[in-house]
Each structure stands twice: as structure tokens, then as C-alpha cells.
């Protein structure tokens, strides 16, 4: 830094802390109300006690997400924005490519009226919609629960099975495989067809793509996220209509990679 | 500080040895270190996913905790209060002039509507989505209103000046006829909307951006967390 660039720095030191003095005066004027913003406190990932979640690593977690207590989450599942998986009075397992969408909230039951403790377990390729909630249940592999469903203590899910969007499946009720359910409180409501057991598989592909495109996006630290940034910003003045009528080649946008092919080029 | 840190790594050397004793075939104890425990900028509030990078217009207020990822258009005046997920990664969501979304609720967009229709999700002008709503590839027209705790599934259309209760499903295709009540699980027809009804919608929805923009107001331009965290960096020489 040559002696010029030592003025600058020295300058722009000064106006910071004139800036934050300002700031204080600022705060001070306004009285006891206003809010001091402080650095997040929410903890995605927290152990109780002696009980610390078992995460895999090619799981995606979302930062916004709270896995709390006694959780094991298996190989390429995901949980979404804003999720709760709470785990503190017994434990949660989640099998591997599972998804849990966003805002869902997962808990176990430490005393509900037969005295029973339960945990909840959750199979293979589950896919949970998104605002569900989840209390000591079991749901087995490949199944589905709608979005914004309820399912009460010792509920079983069998494998295959689907809960409709919006339904509440009560206490100890079973919904038998191949079968779907629907209603509050919930009911028989018709067999699946062929189509819609296969897009149950097809749906937990779709979210391990999602998941991992995701993962990378909120992997990036402040300095990638800011390179990005002006990424785009070229990438919006410069057209490749432009550009190859002036004959010119440039870096392309690189495009996502999605390993299962499941998500197509879409707008905007 | 320091006798929290020894109590803390004392427990987790317990928990170690405990998983160890309940696991016994694992020969090691693999600390997940991959996932971050707490991360200081918490969640981004704005998640570009690919080509999709969410807008949000000057004049809406979008609740701090709230996560838009890929192609999310919140235009103007509208607002999205605490706790929303609006999910873009496969298709487009939009939030209409002084609509609001209420407190936790998802949107979510599927790629492709089997049905041919667009598989967007458009919420219209001078809407009020309740809290706790899910919606999903669905169309909400102008001054509607979803109450709390519904869930609109793909394809389903809540015409202009319309209803639909709280705690109300729509399931996939349905649609609600302009100037109707609907409710229920799955939404059925209610009564016809009286016409002060449909003249308090706008109001309504003009309610919920006035105290939006009191809330607005509580939140600078920039945040100031940036100095907390320097502070850290400075006491704790931690890598940030």
C-alpha cells in the first residue's frame, strides 16, 4: 500500500467511525425501541444434552432449517426451508433420499395418554409435503404425505401408502400400502393407481436433484455469493446475439448439472 | 467462557463413548463435521438457484426470515410476512401489486402441469393469503382471498373477487367461480359473496400493506450485523 492508498485507508476509518458513531446517536435518539441487529443465532444443527444428530454428508440441510436432539438423517435426504425436526424427548430417523419440504415439523412423544414413548421414524424415499407435521409416527419407505397433513402419535404409514394434502390422520390409524388416504380425519379414499406409484419414486429423484442444487447454492460463503453476483451482472449486458454478431466468443453460463436429469430448463 | 467449552467438549466425549457402546460394530465415530452447526449469516434470504434469481421489487416487504429461492417475482407493494418459504426452483412464482402472503406459508411451483395448463404460481393483484397456506402451481386471481391453513394443489384457480375459508383444501384442478364462498376438506361451495364482501377484499388487502409498511420501517436499508461480526473476527480470530 503505497502512502496515498495509507491516506485513503486512514480517511475511510474515519468516516466508519464517524458513520458508527452517528449510528449510536441514531439509537439513541429513537429510545429504548429499536432493534440492534446482531449475528444469527440459530443453530441448524444442535445437540441436547448428550444427544447429537447423526447427519450424513451427502444429506442436504437446509441453513434455515433446526435439527435438533437425537436425529439421524441417511444418504441424499433433505430437509427444506424452515423445517423443525426435534428430536428431544425421543429419537427421529429419517432414511436416505427422503425428503422433508419446507416448514415441516417433526417431534416425538415423551407422555401421551397411554403412556407410551415413541419416536418417529421415517423410511426410504418418504416424500413429506411441505407445512406437514409429524408426531411419533411411523412412515415407511417409498410413501407419501401431502402437504400441510397432520399425523398423530403411533400412526403408521405403511410402505407405498398416501396421505392426500390436508388431512389429518389420527391416533394409532394405519393407512394399509398401495392405498390412499384423505380427509380430517383421515380416510379411505381410493387405491393408487400404477402412475401414481411410480411418480412416488420419481418425485424422491426429483428432490435428491433439487436437494443437491440447493446444498451448492447454500454452501457458498459471502465471497462467492458476491462473485456471483457480478457474474450475472455481465451475463445481463452482454447477448449471445450480440456477441456473435460481432463474431466474439465468450465464457458461456455454465449450466446446472443435475445428476438424475429430472429437472428441465425452465423460464425466467 | 472457557469452563462452558470444557463442559461442552466433556459432554460431547460422552456422547462419543455412548454411541459408541450402542453401536458397537462401528469401529469409529464419525463426527459429522460437513454440516455446519451454526452458520453467523444465518439462512440467505435470497436463494438464486441456477438461472433463477429471485426479484423483489423496491416497495414490497419481504420479513426477514422469509426464503425465496429460484425464479420468485415479488412485485410491487406486496408483501411476505415471517416464516415463508417461496420455492421456485422449478417453475415461477408470482406475488401480484399489495397482495400479501400471510406468516409460515409455502409456495412451491412444480415443473410441468399434466394437465397442459401453466404450472406457475400466480397470485394476482390485492390478494390476502392466510397464514400457514400451502399453495402449489396454483392460480390465485385478483382480489381473492385464501384463508389460513389452506391448501391449494396443482392447478387449482381461485377466480377474481372469491373466497375460500380457512382450513380449506383445493385439490388438484378445482376451481373457485368468481364471487363464491368456498370451504372445507376438499373445498365445497359455501354461498354466493355479498357485494360489501367484495368491496372489503381491496381494503383488506390495503389493511395488511399499511402495517407492512410499519414493520418495513423497523428495518434499515443495510443491516448492521456486519459490525457484530467483525467484532468477533477481531475477538475470537475466527476465519469468517
Not at chain 1, 492508498?5 to 464517524?18: I, N, Q
Not at chain 1, 426435534?86 to 429419537?91: A, C, I, N, Q, Y
Not at chain 2, 465415530?29 to 434470504?45: C, I, T
Not at chain 2, 443491516?223 to 477481531?234: D, F, I
Request: charged residues 20%; contains cysteine; neutral net charge.
Amino acid at each position: 500500500m503505497g502512502t496515498l492508498g495509507r491516506v485513503v485507508f486512514s480517511l475511510g476509518k474515519a468516516a466508519r467511525t464517524t458513520g458508527q458513531a452517528l449510528d449510536r446517536l441514531g439509537s439513541r435518539l429513537q429510545g429504548g425501541n429499536t432493534f440492534k441487529d446482531e449475528v444469527s443465532k440459530h443453530q441448524t444443527v444442535l445437540s441436547i444434552f448428550d444427544k447429537k444428530p447423526v447427519i450424513e454428508e451427502s444429506a442436504f440441510v437446509a441453513p434455515g432449517a433446526s435439527v435438533v436432539g437425537e436425529v439421524e438423517i441417511g444418504k441424499q435426504s433433505s430437509v427444506w426451508y424452515g423445517c423443525v425436526l426435534r428430536g428431544d424427548v425421543h429419537h427421529i430417523k429419517v432414511g436416505s433420499e427422503t425428503n422433508i419440504q419446507d416448514n415441516t415439523v417433526v417431534h416425538v412423544a415423551k407422555t401421551n395418554v397411554s403412556g407410551n414413548v415413541e419416536p418417529t421414524v421415517i423410511g426410504n424415499r418418504v416424500t413429506i409435503g411441505h407445512n406437514s407435521v409429524l408426531h411419533a409416527c411411523t412412515v415407511e419407505d417409498e410413501s407419501f404425505v401431502g402437504m400441510g397433513s397432520t399425523i398423530l402419535d403411533g400412526a403408521v404409514v405403511e410402505k407405498g401408502a398416501m396421505v392426500a394434502a390436508g388431512s389429518v390422520v389420527t391416533q394409532r390409524t394405519r393407512v394399509p400400502s398401495g392405498q390412499i388416504w384423505a380427509g380430517s380425519p383421515a380416510k379411505f379414499l381410493r387405491e393408487l393407481t400404477d402412475e401414481e406409484r411410480s411418480s412416488l419414486s420419481e418425485n424422491a429423484i426429483l428432490y435428491m436433484d433439487l436437494a443437491e442444487v440447493h446444498a451448492s447454492e447454500n454452501r457458498k460463503t459471502a465471497g462467492e455469493i458476491e462473485a456471483d453476483k457480478a457474474l450475472r451482472r455481465k451475463w445481463e449486458i452482454q447477448s449471445d446475439d450480440y456477441d456473435s454478431h460481432l463474431g466474439i466468443v465468450r465464457s458461456k453460463r455454465p449450466e446446472i448439472h443435475f445428476p438424475n436429469k429430472m429437472i428441465s430448463k425452465g423460464p425466467h | 467462557m472457557a469452563l462452558r467449552s470444557v463442559a461442552r467438549n466433556l459432554l460431547r466425549q460422552g456422547a462419543v463413548a455412548q454411541h459408541l457402546s450402542k453401536h458397537p460394530g462401528r469401529k469409529t465415530y464419525v463426527a459429522d463435521n460437513h454440516h455446519v452447526e451454526w452458520d453467523f449469516k444465518g439462512q440467505r434470504q435470497i436463494v438464486p438457484v441456477g438461472h433463477r434469481v429471485p426479484i423483489v421489487a423496491v416497495d414490497a416487504f419481504v420479513a426477514p426470515n422469509v426464503v425465496l429461492a429460484g425464479a420468485v417475482d415479488v412485485q410491487d407493494r406486496a408483501t411476505v410476512w415471517y416464516g415463508s418459504v417461496l420455492r421456485g426452483d422449478l417453475n415461477r412464482i408470482v406475488v401480484g401489486f399489495s397482495s400479501s402472503v400471510g406468516d409460515k406459508c409455502v409456495l412451491h411451483a412444480v415443473s410441468t402441469a399434466p394437465t397442459g395448463l401453466s404450472a406457475e404460481t400466480l397470485i394476482g393483484k390485492y390478494c390476502t393469503i392466510g397464514s400457514f397456506s400451502t399453495l402449489r402451481s396454483c392460480t390465485v386471481e385478483d382480489e381473492a382471498v385464501v384463508g389460513q391453513r389452506c391448501v391449494l394443489l396443482e392447478g387449482s384457480l381461485v377466480e377474481m373477487n372469491s373466497m375460500l375459508g380457512s382450513g380449506s383444501l383445493l385439490p388438484p384442478g378445482r376451481r373457485v367461480p368468481a364471487g363464491e364462498l368456498w370451504a372445507g376438506n376438499p373445498a365445497r361451495f359455501v354461498r354466493m359473496l355479498t357485494n360489501d364482501e367484495i368491496m372489503s377484499i381491496p381494503k383488506l388487502a390495503d389493511g395488511l400493506r399499511e402495517l407492512a409498511q410499519e414493520h418495513a420501517q423497523e428495518f434499515l436499508p443495510y443491516g448492521t450485523a456486519y459490525l457484530e461480526v467483525e467484532k468477533l473476527r477481531e475477538k475470537h480470530l475466527l476465519s469468517m
